[in-house]
């Protein structure tokens, strides 16, 4: 995997497992997963998903969310959102 890809992993509150829902995918694409599953209604309430993280090419964690916590990782993301339209934020 080279530093321009991420993936995004979702770990489940049940049984401690985890599902990587993108590999290997351009910055912009992991942070659509990001927001999707961040911010989706399972996520929202708890039931199913513990925390998701992405993570670069050298498997480093570049962002992290955590059920009950919000955005943990970077500092810059600690306590605000993240909209879905983001991109389209950025460019205005």
Known sequence: ???????VCQFFTDDGGYEYVRRYVDLSEAMRAFI????????RVGI????????????????EWKRG??????????????FPDWEKRLES
């Open 1 to 7: 995997m080279s530093n321009d890809e991420f993936s």
């Open 36 to 43: 999707k599953y961040t911010t989706n209604v399972v996520a």
């Open 69 to 82: 916590e919000g955005y943990t990782f970077p500092p810059e993301i600690v306590g605000r959102e993240i």
């Open 48 to 63: 199913v998903v513990e925390r998701v993280i992405v993570t670069d090419g050298g498997d480093c964690v570049v962002m």
